[in-house]
C-alpha cells in the first residue's frame, strides 16, 4: 500500500494510481481542492484542520509554490517530505516519504508482485523509460508558469511563447518515439513513459479552455493538430481500463470548460 496526500483533482496524481491499477497495487489518495489545502493539517494521516490545531503554532508554516498564506504541516510530514511539497506519499508506516510524481509513480511499480514490464525488462529498457521521464520533468517546469498565468490575468506574448515552445518540443520528441511503430513510447508494451505523457499532457490540455485568454493578447492558441501518433496514442490511451477512471471525469469537464470559454 501506498499512500498520497494531494491537492485534486492533481493528474500527476493520475501517474500513481493508473499504475496502481494496472499492477493491482493499493493506492490510497487523500486531498481536497487546492484552495482548500489550508485548511488541513499536512501528514501522514491528513486530514481537515480541527480548532486545536489552529491553536497550535508549532504546525503553521508559511505557504509556498503556489499556495498564499499559512499551511499547518506536522513535524513528521516535513521529516518525510523535506521539501514540503504536493503529491506527497508515504509507505504504510507513515515512516518513509517519496515525492516528486515520477518517483511515486516508480515506488507503486516496485510495489507490484508482478510490474509486467512497465519499468522495463533489463537495465537499458528501463534506463530508456527514465530518459522520457527526465524528459517529461523538463516539459513541466517550463509549462508551470504558463499555466499559472492563464488563470491569473498575468499571460504576456513572451510566456504564451515558452509554453508553446516547451509543448511543440515535448511533443515532436514523442512523435518521433511512436513514429518508430512500436505501438508505444518506450517499446512495443505500456510503460511508464506512457503513463507519465498521459497525465503531463491531460495537465496541460487544461489550456485549451483559456482561448478567449489567448486571443486577448494577439496570440494564436497552440496548434495540438500537427502531432498526429502523439494525439491517437493520448485517445487510445484514455479509453485503457486502467486509464479511463481518471480520464473519463476529467475529460467529460474538460469538454465542458472549453464549451464555456469558448463563446
Not at 207 to 222: D, F, N
Request: net charge negative; glycine share 8%; with cysteine.
Amino acid at each position: 500500500m501506498i499512500r498520497i496526500f494531494s491537492y485534486l483533482p492533481n493528474p500527476r496524481v493520475w501517474k500513481a494510481t493508473i499504475t496502481g491499477r494496472y499492477l493491482n497495487v493499493n493506492v490510497e489518495v487523500r486531498g481536497a481542492p487546492p484552495r482548500e489545502l489550508g485548511q488541513w493539517l499536512w501528514d501522514f494521516d491528513a486530514r481537515p484542520l480541527k480548532e486545536e490545531d489552529r491553536n497550535n503554532a508549532r504546525l503553521e508554516r508559511k505557504g509556498r509554490t503556489g499556495f498564499s498564506g499559512s499551511l499547518y504541516k506536522t513535524d513528521q510530514f516535513l521529516n518525510a517530505h523535506p521539501f514540503g511539497n504536493v503529491p506527497a506519499a508515504f509507505d504504510s508506516s507513515g515512516e518513509v516519504g517519496i515525492f516528486e510524481s515520477n518517483s511515486i509513480m516508480r515506488a507503486v511499480a516496485r510495489l507490484a508482485d508482478d510490474d509486467r514490464g512497465v519499468y522495463g525488462r533489463d537495465p537499458y529498457h528501463a534506463s530508456r523509460i527514465d530518459s522520457f521521464l527526465d524528459a517529461s520533468l523538463v516539459f513541466a517546469r517550463d509549462t508551470q508558469h504558463y499555466l499559472l498565468c492563464l488563470g491569473s490575468d498575468r499571460l504576456t506574448r513572451e510566456i504564451h511563447t515558452q509554453g508553446r515552445d516547451a509543448f511543440t518540443n515535448y511533443l515532436d520528441g514523442i512523435e518521433g518515439a511512436l513514429a518508430v511503430g512500436s505501438g508505444f513510447i518506450a517499446g512495443d508494451e505500456l510503460t511508464l513513459a506512457d503513463v507519465c505523457f498521459v497525465a503531463e499532457v491531460s495537465l496541460f490540455s487544461r489550456e485549451r479552455a483559456w482561448r478567449r485568454t489567448v486571443e486577448a493578447i494577439e496570440c494564436e492558441p497552440i496548434d495540438w493538430s500537427r502531432f498526429d501518433l502523439a494525439t491517437a496514442h493520448y485517445e487510445g490511451l484514455c479509453e485503457h481500463p486502467a486509464f479511463v477512471g481518471d480520464l473519463s471525469p476529467f475529460l467529460e469537464k474538460l469538454a465542458a470548460d472549453i464549451k464555456k470559454h469558448a463563446g
